[in-house]
């Protein structure tokens, strides 16, 4: 039942890329798995890898994340099983000392907290979260500083879940605590604001901790508990995917409200809700997400991100260009493009000039200064590869990389291989490519489209807009109205949009919200996240960009 009761073998990493100082990093340790036992570990590991990075929202941000396994032997197989809690009374020798029962509900999974986190620390000093994988098929798992599942049926579910209360502070939004039917105490939530990000007693709209993905038309509260004694049994009276306030969660029947009607923080095998995706892609990611180019274009800083502190990152640039893979920026005399490499200075020489780069998620494209060919960075020194022809815009970002022709300006996808592009649409007035498609304004700004991702088929999604920005945060993407240069959040379905604020001379979309640029270009502005509400964060600024920086 101690550390005595096993060793630590050592660690190992087998999943991600991104530099240990700069990722998010999950590990997983073994319990209850004998010397035998630990390829038995190794493939619940290998289960894991795959459930996360197929998984939204993982499957558009693995690049930051990194994963190691710990494996460590145990005397017993198994954990402790309390008869207390309605278990069999079975003890186990194990290293973390597992044990089902917590709290007297047998499902809720413990370990030794004190000795899991510092086995983590040990062998992964930089770990973000650590979650105990236990060896045994009862049904059961436990969030909180350290997160633990067993290898019942559906185990990775049980994994994804708890990594939510683990690594992003996400409550649990099923509104009942041992939901056996009979408990008592939890009719109504005590009076106070929860402080995790996914549920809440408030339904103002303007007030709102998720506001930014509620749809104007959404009633609010979106369902209510007629009978506070029972949980809520109304099935949803919106279409799935609806964010709004239901009635019912932290435990509690009646006065605490979660986002959608279903969502993996209440019922396994269900797609987390676009507010948990939202907290995911914001926590996961551990780099700034936003730089500025000074009005004299003397200097690049780089948002520290709270209140109005930025840090000098660099000198003089033309142009800024950002994206999941990271910064680049052009020198203003010589066109050369420069790579951030992460601290203040330190910037290193990739290329020479282009008429345009774009970054992406892997990458970053250039346009040769004549147009005649678009270029792909290899990755090392100043090497590029030709991957294809002539072209008048690239666009790029997570979804891929696209460019038009300049001739009749119509729309093609690069496919991944030199000259291998496929034709997907006709002309437009801009495009902008968002984590998980492209997007398009017409050729006389009349109307936004969507591709569908097949063939040459796109769908409208609003009316007339002067200009489109796209990035991780919400839905991914916002616009301007033309008229007046108001800006609108697409809610996700077609001419479904929210108005986010007033004109600004540019946008940048982060992972954890968007950044305008003030009309006078005079101060840099965050969205508060709710109503149109939002923070000066800097002052003056020639232009902004924002991507894994």
Request: with cysteine; net charge negative.
């Amino acid at each position: 039942m101690t550390t005595s009761d096993g060793s630590v073998l050592g660690s190992t990493q087998i999943h991600g890329t991104a530099p240990r100082n700069r990722a998010f990093t999950i590990v997983l340790l073994a319990d209850g798995f004998t010397s035998t036992q630990q390829t038995d570990f190794d493939n619940a590991c290998t289960d894991f890898v795959t459930a996360l990075t197929t998984t939204a929202p993982y499957d558009t941000i693995g690049r930051p994340i990194n994963i190691w396994r710990i494996n460590v032997t145990s005397t017993d197989s198994g954990a402790d099983d309390p008869a207390s809690a309605g278990g069999t009374g079975a003890t186990a020798a194990t290293y973390f000392d597992s044990t089902f029962g917590g709290n007297g509900i047998r499902r809720l999974l413990l370990c030794n907290t004190t000795t899991v986190l510092q086995t983590a620390a040990v062998q992964v000093p930089e770990f973000t979260a650590a979650i105990v994988v236990v060896n045994s098929t009862i049904y059961g798992g436990g969030g909180g500083s350290v997160g633990a599942y067993s290898l019942a049926g559906g185990a990775t579910e049980i994994a994804l879940h708890e990594l939510g209360h683990t690594a992003y502070k996400l409550a649990d939004e099923y509104p009942c605590y041992a939901c056996d039917g009979v408990e008592t105490g939890h009719d109504v939530h005590p009076l106070g604001e929860p402080t995790e990000p996914n549920v809440t007693q408030n339904t103002a709209r303007d007030t709102l901790k998720w506001g930014w993905a509620v749809a104007p038309t959404t009633d609010l509260p979106t369902t209510s508990n007629p009978n506070c004694p029972t949980v809520d049994p109304q099935s949803s009276p919106v279409p799935t995917g609806t964010v709004g306030c239901f009635e019912g969660a932290h435990y509690y029947h009646c006065d605490a409200f979660r986002p959608e009607y279903d969502c993996k923080m209440k019922s396994l095998s269900t797609p987390f809700c676009q507010v948990c995706r939202q907290v995911i892609r914001t926590k996961a990611k551990v780099t700034k997400n936003l730089c500025a180019l000074t009005p004299s274009r003397d200097a690049v800083y780089l948002y520290d991100g709270s209140g109005d502190s930025w840090t000098r990152i660099g000198g003089p640039a033309g142009q800024l260009f950002t994206g999941a893979w990271g910064l680049v920026a052009t020198n203003p005399d010589t066109g050369d493009l420069y790579r951030y490499l992460g601290s203040p200075d330190n910037w290193q020489y990739i290329g020479g000039p282009g008429a345009s780069f774009a970054v992406s998620a892997d990458t970053v494209y250039g346009l040769s200064p004549g147009s005649d060919a678009v270029y792909s960075y290899d990755g090392f020194d100043n090497s590029w590869t030709r991957i294809g022809g002539p072209a008048s815009r690239i666009f790029a970002g997570v979804w891929g990389l696209v460019a038009t022709n300049p001739d009749t300006g119509d729309l093609y996808r690069y496919l991944g291989s030199p000259d291998n592009w496929d034709y997907i649409g006709g002309p437009g007035a801009e495009f902008a490519v968002a984590p998980d498609t492209v997007y398009g304004l017409t050729p006389s700004s009349d109307a936004v489209y969507c591709y569908d991702g097949f063939g040459n088929s796109w769908t409208r999604v609003g009316g007339p807009a002067g200009h489109l920005f796209t990035g991780d945060w919400g839905r991914g993407l916002v616009a301007t109205n033309p008229d007046n240069g108001d800006l609108y959040t697409y809610m996700g379905t077609p001419d479904s949009w929210r108005y986010t604020g007033g004109a600004g001379a540019s946008f940048a979309v982060a992972t954890d919200t968007v950044y305008g640029l003030s009309p006078g270009s005079d101060a840099v502005y965050s969205f508060d996240g709710f109503g149109s509400s939002w923070t000066r964060v800097g002052g003056p600024a020639y232009s902004i960009a924002a991507g894994n920086i």
